[in-house]
């Protein structure tokens, strides 16, 4: 099986190095620095299970790679149109596009660009950052991919990449409710970064005090409002579900947006908050948290001081 991974940050290039490990025929795409020490020293993997890639294929131009049997898309969300782009070249007859973006806006994407025949749905769970050009930390044990044909069949597709994930030690899952996983992700994924980006902390002391568990418990309910009157098979209670999932993880998980505002980069905010109050506007859902954490974040969306 043929594996191209655009974009090979934290979450591309953890889960791509997994699958290197078992054996699949995995080509990277990458750009800058990180580029350059793929190329001379492959990459290594700190944290948890720490490893190294010694030697990994990787270019900056995708029409090198030739067509691919699965095409994971892992770039940040801001780069998605520019990425459906690049990736024209992978993409065959019989090629399976995964989009293990944030959000549950990522397909509409896709869909306005490729068959929907050709689509899969994704979602995965890492807390990983970029340390340094060809290394990446992740910050705690919890690792797992899930994807599945969004008409819920289980194709022989979905199996190929199965095995490989699992040959590569991946906590995977072949679902036959995609859509449902991807909001169920989307529901903890904004209260953990919405959290964790204006109260500039780790889920930790959030979930220890009173005020601020009580904050993210309710900023992941409008989430579920929203999902349940998209017609998304939520329990009315989720919200305290995944606030259980929340006391379950390392104290010290942050998100990747709130590394992204320490660092100065570009925020997902409009795709993750903001995406709440959008879909929310459209079922006449009022999400006054998420707007909040939406209006807090904006002067920071862009990157450098706003």
Same mark, same amino acid.
């Given at each position: 099986?043929?594996?191209?991974?655009?974009?090979?940050?934290?979450?591309?290039?953890?889960?791509?190095?997994?699958?290197?490990?078992?054996?699949? &025929?995995?080509?990277?795409?990458?750009?800058?620095?990180?580029?350059?020490?793929?190329?001379?020293?492959?990459?290594?993997?700190?944290?948890?299970?720490?490893?190294?890639?010694?030697?990994?294929?990787?270019?900056?131009?995708?029409?090198?790679?030739?067509?691919?049997?699965?095409?994971?898309?892992?770039?940040?969300?801001?780069?998605?149109?520019?990425?459906?782009?690049?990736?024209?070249?992978?993409?065959?007859?019989?090629?399976?596009?995964?989009?293990?973006?944030?959000?549950?806006?990522? &397909?509409?994407?896709?869909?306005?660009?490729?068959?929907?025949?050709?689509?899969?749905?994704?979602?995965?769970?890492?807390?990983?950052?970029?340390?340094?050009?060809?290394?990446?930390?992740?910050?705690?044990?919890?690792?797992?991919?899930?994807?599945?044909?969004?008409?819920?069949?289980?194709?022989?597709?979905?199996?190929?990449?199965?095995?490989?994930?699992?040959?590569?030690?991946?906590?995977?899952?072949?679902?036959?409710?995609?859509?449902?996983?991807?909001?169920?992700?989307?529901?903890?994924?904004?209260?953990?970064?919405?959290?964790?980006?204006?109260?500039?902390?780790?889920?930790?002391?959030?979930?220890?005090?009173?005020?601020?568990?009580?904050?993210?418990?309710?900023?992941?309910?409008?989430?579920?409002?929203?999902?349940?009157?998209?017609?998304?098979?939520?329990?009315?209670?989720?919200?305290?579900?995944?606030?259980?999932?929340?006391?379950?993880?390392?104290?010290?998980?942050?998100?990747?947006?709130?590394?992204?505002?320490?660092?100065?980069?570009?925020?997902?905010?409009?795709?993750?908050?903001?995406?709440?109050?959008?879909?929310?506007?459209?079922?006449?859902?009022?999400?006054?948290?998420?707007?909040?954490?939406?209006?807090?974040?904006?002067?920071?969306?862009?990157?450098?001081?706003?």
């Amino acid at each position: 099986m043929r594996i191209a991974i655009m974009g090979s940050g934290g979450l591309g290039g953890y889960f791509g190095a997994r699958l290197v490990q078992g054996g699949a &025929d995995v080509h990277f795409v990458a750009r800058g620095k990180h580029l350059d020490a793929m190329r001379s020293n492959g990459l290594r993997i700190e944290g948890p299970q720490a490893f190294h890639v010694g030697k990994v294929n990787v270019t900056d131009n995708p029409g090198e790679i030739g067509v691919a049997d699965v095409v994971m898309l892992c770039v940040k969300l801001w780069d998605t149109e520019q990425a459906i782009a690049q990736i024209r070249p992978l993409v065959g007859p019989g090629t399976a596009i995964v989009s293990f973006q944030n959000g549950v806006l990522k &397909d509409r994407f896709l869909r306005a660009a490729f068959d929907e025949r050709q689509l899969m749905g994704g979602v995965c769970y890492v807390a990983t950052t970029i340390e340094a050009p060809g290394v990446i930390r992740q910050t705690g044990p919890m690792q797992r991919l899930l994807f599945g044909e969004f008409d819920g069949s289980r194709s022989a597709r979905g199996e190929a990449l199965l095995a490989a994930c699992l040959a590569g030690g991946i906590q995977a899952e072949l679902s036959g409710d995609i859509v449902r996983e991807i909001w169920q992700k989307y529901v903890f994924l904004v209260g953990l970064s919405g959290t964790t980006t204006t109260i500039r902390k780790p889920i930790g002391p959030i979930r220890s005090d009173a005020q601020t568990r009580a904050f993210l418990h309710d900023v992941m309910h409008e989430v579920v409002a929203v999902g349940r009157a998209h017609g998304v098979a939520l329990p009315e209670d989720y919200a305290q579900v995944r606030l259980q999932l929340a006391d379950d993880v390392s104290p010290e998980m942050t998100s990747s947006m709130h590394h992204d505002l320490q660092r100065g980069n570009r925020l997902e905010v409009r795709w993750l908050a903001g995406g709440v109050v959008e879909l929310g506007q459209a079922k006449g859902i009022a999400t006054p948290l998420n707007r909040a954490i939406a209006d807090i974040l904006a002067l920071h969306a862009q990157g450098g001081q706003g």
